[in-house]
């Protein structure tokens, strides 16, 4: 089984260590995009593909900017390079023990399940790991959607159900749910295997879910508008949009900013 381990960084130095030592020996064929990194990010990815097979170092060009484009870089190379099955991974976070073992169970358990969603891991200031086990073990589909369905990083996509879906290069926040609503109008499903395959943490202050505007957010519901335009002959489809478009005004961090109890 062929796995492809998506990871975007730019100037992570402080942080891509860790999520390089958490991949280990397991083996994902991992695919490290540079996102014009000028710190040692670089020279950190670079040293990691030198001293393994399995890694794979990217460069955006310089016309090309942003997370968005970096994991479209790497979409592309996975299925180039005929992946089965492709995950991501922010620098900043790190795989959970075991996350392939998980992986590859997961899949045994749903052989023929289009995305398969997990758990993860959540590492508090302390140091503690906290369990954020939002979903059950099963099937869901676009009536039923599973928590955090909007995450790209809790997932493993079959290839050839991503194969035209790209990441929208002009948002900041909300990326992740447009490709997987773009996903889902193929997939029509998600299963949830529950175990967890990564630990998410919080200590990277240039986190893009740090500097959220209002108009990152108007950005947002703007693509939400447009695909609900570009698939109005798909109400199933359509339905999940307009409940996802209702959640994130009642989201504590739309709230903040445009106001609202």
């Not at 030592?21 to 670079?46: C, K, M, R, W």
């Not at 505007?213 to 109400?235: H, R, S, V």
Request: proline content about 5%; hydrophobic content about 35%.
């Amino acid at each position: 089984m062929k796995i492809g381990l998506i990871i975007p960084y730019k100037n992570a130095a402080e942080w891509l260590p860790r999520c390089l030592n958490s991949i280990g020996s397991q083996p994902f064929e991992v695919y490290l995009v540079n996102d014009h990194s000028v710190d040692d990010s670089h020279v950190i990815a670079t040293e990691c593909a030198l001293s393994s097979d399995n890694v794979l170092p990217l460069w955006l060009g310089p016309d090309q900017h942003g997370a968005s484009i970096a994991r479209n870089e790497g979409i592309i190379e996975a299925i180039e390079q005929e992946c089965d099955y492709i995950t991501f991974l922010d620098a900043d976070d790190e795989l959970a023990p075991k996350a392939y073992e998980i992986m590859i169970k997961g899949i045994e358990y749903f052989p023929e399940s289009p995305i398969i969603q997990f758990n993860h891991l959540r590492q508090r200031s302390d140091g503690t790991l906290t369990s954020r086990c939002y979903n059950r073990t099963g099937d869901y589909n676009l009536n039923r959607l599973p928590g955090l369905w909007v995450l790209c990083w809790n997932k493993l996509y079959k290839t050839e159900y991503i194969e035209s879906a790209r990441f929208r290069s002009q948002l900041r926040h909300g990326e992740d749910e447009l490709f997987n609503l773009e996903a889902l109008s193929v997939a029509r499903r998600i299963s949830n295997y529950d175990k967890s395959t990564v630990i998410h943490h919080n200590d990277n202050p240039n986190s893009l879910s740090k500097q959220t505007t209002a108009e990152d957010l108007i950005l947002e519901q703007q693509a939400l508008l447009g695909f609900l335009k570009d698939y109005n002959d798909d109400p199933e489809l359509c339905d999940a949009v307009r409940r996802r478009m209702i959640e994130l005004w009642n989201n504590p961090v739309y709230k903040k900013l445009f106001g609202g109890t």
